[in-house]
């Protein structure tokens, strides 16, 4: 569309251009044509030529005219005849080499009589009359070629200023059609260019709302960033943050820094029970408690799950404690959720540093705080100590050690019997591991499996226990069962049931040998990888015995979806027996729902007769405990010999 504009631009210049030339060299042939033409200059000459004539022939013939007449007219035919000598007349002469000598007569006649008018007489100008009546053809010619030419260049002139028109009119059609095309261009032009327009403006108003749009979600996303999308509290990213923030001003004005993380007491045990749906209801309820406690709202923040967090600065430590206190009292309430009242308690961990300024030892040494909480207890507020850290840094050393006792095979197996209730016969051997430190000699399994199991050492620890129980049973004389305890962590692996089949095949022990013990906790799982385990272990001929019955929260519904071959009853029981009427009632529940399942009932930490005699009664089938031997590295002579090999022996000594 430039391109096309551009060129009509130009044509209109050149056509206005060439225009112009033409009506400037025809205002040229008219200025010429409105001079005295060649034509006329021609006629007044020969006219006063003969007008001269006549005056001299009068001169001759009237006496009584005055020779003053002629000369006037000689004067005026010599200035007539300057016109010969230049100008177009003179030109046109100069032309024409007869007209030219016709010129010369001309004025040599003139110059003639100029020189001797007054000196002749009439006679001698009657005489010369005649001279110059020659010239008078001459002169007509002249005159008649001089029309001539004037009316050819007035034809030439009226040609040229038709053919002017017809070029100015085709030029003034071409002009006015480019002007309709410009126009019309023009018209699409702006047309185009209102259309641009309103597009512009349209994507300026999308743009608009594009920003506004973007400066939302910038917001919504800067908010989801710092605040939890399940209370709407400050979440984890907006307590790093603060923490840095406030560490910086309490430095500036020497301010201590206090740092507090809540723990919810049994969260998992509310979802477990209730449902997720639940569970959640009661964290959007605590949050809500935790608002409305007139407590600045950046103080407090959810860091996931059921932990959440206070930060504050320039509080001392009883002020610190008094103020967890006061939270912990917010959310100690009782909760109302689907019509079922929940009680919920918390723990709290703090640490108040005046000189600490690193933010991720602040959040260890609270979170140090709070895990000590945790093992004292539901509900318990603990403050940092530098003990906390010590025994931080003790299990990190003890996490090494196990490393290496592993390499160094520093695991033994002890052996612990299980006798029939009511024979006492051996009826099976208990493995329970115990480590021989190098330096601090021989350690009790609740030094360190709480450690194996949260690094994973667990599984390599227990895999090496496993295959040591089954080659030390596989050598017995009598083929008494042996129990190997198996951790949580371990039935969490999709390999456990390949690894224990491995061991039985390399050992040589039989699969009904062997009895594997779990507790409660290794059912309460949403994953289906320890059912199927044990199910895919029994399914082969390998006992399932459940460990420390009554204390956990096993449900009849997961006892059923794996029949069990004994439950072991918690040694919490059996040392309340002789006090504790409800122990009896329980371990009475305990051993009929096991008959009423067909399984057996084991009885453990039995050290008096009374409680053998009391478990006896209510028909639990064997027992465990110091009454019958505690955990030796060996086991007896009859049941690794023989029972005849024994007396033999017994004979012999």
Sequence with gaps: MNRILA???????ISTGYISFLVHERQQELQKLSRYTDSWSAAQLVSEYYRFESWLGLYTIVDTMELDDVRLRLDIMLSQSDLMKG???GHYIDSNKAHHELALQLQSTLEYLDVHLEKMDRSDIKEYLKVMHELDSPLSRLSSGALDKDVNSINNANHNIQTLYYIYSATSVLLIILSAILGVLIFFQNRNILKAHLQVKSLAEELQKSKEKLQSQNAKLEYDVYHDSLTEMNNRHFFWENLTKTIEVAEKVNHSVAVMLFDLDRFKEVNDTYGHDAGDILLRQISHRLVSMSLASDTLYRLGGDEFAFL??????????SRAQKICEFINQPYTIYNTIINITTC??????????RSDYLYKFADLALYEAKNEGSGKIKVFRQRMLDKLQESRTLEHDMAMAIVNKEFVVYYQPIVDSFSREIYSYEALIRWIHPLKGLL??????????KTGMINEMGKTVLEMACREAATWAVPAKISVNVSPVQLSSKTFAGTVLSILKETGLPTERLELEVTESSLFTESTTPMNTLNKLRSQGVKISIDDFGTGYSSLSRLSRIAFDKIKIDKSFVHSLATQEDAINIIKLITGMAKSLNMKAIAEGVETQEQLESLQALGCDFAQ????GKPQPHIAAEIRNGYQEQLNCERLS
């Design 7 to 13: 060129g009509i631009i130009f044509s209109l210049f």
């Design 625 to 628: 405990g110091y009454l019958f």
């Design 312 to 321: 504050s600065s320039g509080l001392t430590e009883s002020q610190a404690v």
């Design 87 to 89: 100008g177009d007349l």
């Design 348 to 357: 709290v961990g703090i640490v108040i540093s005046e000189t600490e300024r």
């Design 444 to 453: 009790l399994p609740d030094s360190f499996i709480p450690v194996a199991e």
